[in-house]
T-cell receptor
Framework: GQQLNQSPQSMFIQEGEDVSMNCTSSSIFNTWLWYKQDPGEGPVLLIALYKAGELTSNGRLTAQFGITRKDSFLNISASIPSDVGIYFCAGGMNYGGSQGNLIFGKGTKLSVKP | EADIYQTPRYLVIGTGKKITLECSQTMGHDKMYWYQQDPGMELHLIHYSYGVNSTEKGDLSSESTVSRIRTEHFPLTLESARPSHTSQYLC????????????FGPGTRLTVL
């Protein structure tokens, strides 16, 4: 089945640093979504992308839908302590107007540098 | 703001007990999903539904069962819980047509002793 490669698997951040993560796939998608999950909670949708080449921001977060439709990246600028958590990418396809199920990456865990 | 609810949030039970995890949404979404997730790990789709009276198995085999008698309600049942069922269970919903955005509930953390 389809798989997403999300990297890095984990990273440590220092307050004020910029953070980048990405997802790649061997298959094309027509939707890319980015979620954040805090411990003990469900994932929360951060950004949704629906068009190849689209660049969308949500506050300090910026995400792009790759031109090939096989990748997406998420940037966090000037990180703050509450940015820690697990970030998941997800790719989706519509078939004749009806949704397919989302394919999720394995997550990027953001932690604070000790 | 997503309106999807799960109860209980935490459940500790003994082996062999029957349990039902509740999930309800007030967004009128047709599609609903159940995911299983070990702490800090990837999401595994175990069940989904296109609407009332529709249930489908997901990518990960699960001994749980689901039902969809009402649009807003998608409960998950384990007939006989085992320690291997210990995990977090996440419910989600989305529109059937158009956008793929799934909205998640807060999850139920299940521990089977």
């Amino acid at each position: 089945g389809q798989q997403l490669n999300q990297s890095p698997q984990s990273m440590f951040i220092q307050e004020g640093e910029d953070v980048s993560m990405n997802c790649t796939s061997s298959s094309i998608f027509n939707t890319w979504l980015w979620y954040k999950q805090d411990p003990g909670e469900g994932p929360v949708l951060l950004i949704a992308l629906y068009k190849a080449g689209e660049l969308t921001s949500n506050g300090r977060l910026t995400a792009q839908f790759g031109i090939t439709r096989k990748d997406s990246f998420l940037n966090i600028s000037a990180s703050i302590p509450s940015d820690v958590g697990i970030y998941f990418c997800a790719g989706g396809m519509n078939y004749g107007g009806s949704q397919g199920n989302l394919i999720f990456g394995k997550g990027t865990k953001l932690s604070v540098k000790p | 703001e997503a309106d999807i609810y799960q109860t209980p949030r935490y459940l500790v039970i003994g082996t062999g007990k029957k349990i039902t995890l509740e999930c309800s949404q007030t967004m009128g979404h047709d599609k609903m999903y159940w995911y299983q997730q070990d702490p800090g790990m990837e999401l595994h789709l175990i069940h989904y539904s296109y609407g009332v009276n529709s249930t489908e198995k997901g990518d990960l085999s699960s001994e749980s069962t689901v039902s969809r008698i009402r649009t807003e309600h998608f409960p998950l049942t384990l007939e006989s819980a085992r320690p291997s069922h210990t995990s977090q269970y996440l419910c989600a919903s989305s529109e059937t047509l158009g956008f793929n955005e799934q909205f998640f509930g807060p999850g139920t953390r299940l521990t089977v002793l």
